[in-house]
């Protein structure tokens, strides 16, 4: 019976150890990740990917909408670009009556992180798009927008570049 107590407080020292984790900062490798889009499908991030943005909340999520449908088609697969919502904090409710209804109908892919585990390292701030520049595996830069400004102007060589080449067809 003595084990037991034992075990408990690895259990218990590992959970407090988890919970208590960093976000990922510049330098970390991005973890793997594989998540369902919004059609249940599942997608794994490629380790080409350039630029994820995160959102977890609902301000963040439509401002991450109106950047890409202000986007040539084709921008994200150009642009090795990944779109991550974290919903676990979303009521359930709220993902069925309006979340997937309204993403069923939008032309690109987002990720879906429904219990928040597989995103739970990365960095994050209430209310914004979080934005991780990635080169070979790696977090380069880690910026955050509130406004469609801010992310227009951080992913500006993106887009610019997407500009350049549509004009040129």
Not at 8 to 18: E, F, I, P, T
Not at 107 to 135: Q, S
Not at 136 to 143: F, K, N, S, T, V
């Amino acid at each position: 019976m003595r084990p037991v107590p034992h075990l408990a407080a690895v259990v218990l020292l590992c959970w407090a150890g988890l919970a208590g984790a960093e976000p990922l900062a510049v330098g970390d490798p991005l973890p793997p990740l594989t998540l369902p889009d919004q059609h249940g499908h599942p997608h794994t991030v490629e380790p080409t990917t350039r630029i994820v943005m995160l959102s977890d909340s609902n301000e963040a999520g439509r401002l991450i909408q109106h950047f890409l449908h202000r986007q040539p088609e084709g921008f994200e697969t150009r642009h090795h670009l990944v779109t991550i919502a974290d919903i676990h904090d979303m009521p359930l409710i709220v993902r069925e009556l309006f979340f997937y209804p309204t993403l069923s109908h939008a032309p690109h892919r987002v990720l879906i992180d429904g219990d928040g585990k597989a995103t739970r390292l990365l960095p994050r701030r209430a209310g914004e798009v979080t934005v991780l520049h990635i080169h070979g595996g790696r977090i380069q830069a880690i910026d955050y927008a509130r406004t469609l400004s801010t992310l227009q102007h951080l992913l500006a060589p993106a887009a610019a570049s997407s500009a350049d080449r549509d004009q040129s067809r």
